[in-house]
């Protein structure tokens, strides 16, 4: 993964490169028995924001599961679908949506790779 740093204002920034970070993540998905695979870019344990992206191979699903806050959903690579009871959500590169505060689950309908952003209360 690509990461830089830089210096603004006397703070040190880190930067990282989504589409590198996508390409390795889709790698391991593909070689993963569960088809899956993610990584926390920012936040965790004691923050209020969240932000993990994942990598599913084609016809992989995230299992149904609740809503763990406040969360959106972006596509940085393939085509994903988002069930949310009788709702669906289709998205490709670029597409952007805020993830409905019930049960759902994702299926990649391809090679994907989504930033999901978490917000809420730290835990």
Same mark, same amino acid.
């Given at each position: 993964? @690509?990461?830089? $740093?830089?210096? %603004?204002?006397?703070?040190?920034?880190?930067? &990282?490169? *989504?589409?590198?970070?996508?390409?390795? /993540?889709?790698?391991?998905?593909?070689?993963? @028995?569960?088809? $899956?695979?993610? %990584?926390?870019?920012?936040?965790?344990?004691? &923050?209020? *924001?969240?932000?993990?992206?994942?990598? /599913?191979?084609?016809?992989?699903?995230?299992?149904?599961?609740?809503?763990?806050?406040?969360?959106?959903?972006?596509?940085?690579?393939?085509?994903?679908?988002?069930?949310?009871?009788?709702?669906?959500?289709?998205?490709?590169?670029?597409?952007?949506?805020?993830?409905?505060?019930?049960?759902?689950?994702?299926?990649?309908?391809?090679?994907?790779?989504?930033?999901?952003?978490?917000?809420?209360?730290?835990?």
């Amino acid at each position: 993964m @690509s990461i830089r $740093r830089f210096c %603004t204002r006397g703070r040190k920034v880190e930067t &990282r490169s *989504l589409t590198s970070l996508a390409e390795e /993540l889709c790698a391991t998905a593909d070689a993963a @028995s569960s088809g $899956r695979a993610s %990584t926390t870019i920012y936040g965790g344990q004691g &923050r209020d *924001l969240r932000q993990t992206v994942i990598a /599913l191979a084609d016809g992989r699903r995230l299992g149904e599961h609740e809503s763990p806050g406040e969360a959106t959903l972006q596509v940085l690579r393939g085509e994903v679908r988002l069930h949310a009871g009788d709702e669906t959500w289709d998205g490709a590169v670029g597409d952007y949506v805020h993830i409905p505060a019930r049960r759902h689950d994702l299926e990649a309908l391809s090679d994907a790779v989504v930033l999901l952003t978490v917000a809420g209360r730290a835990g």
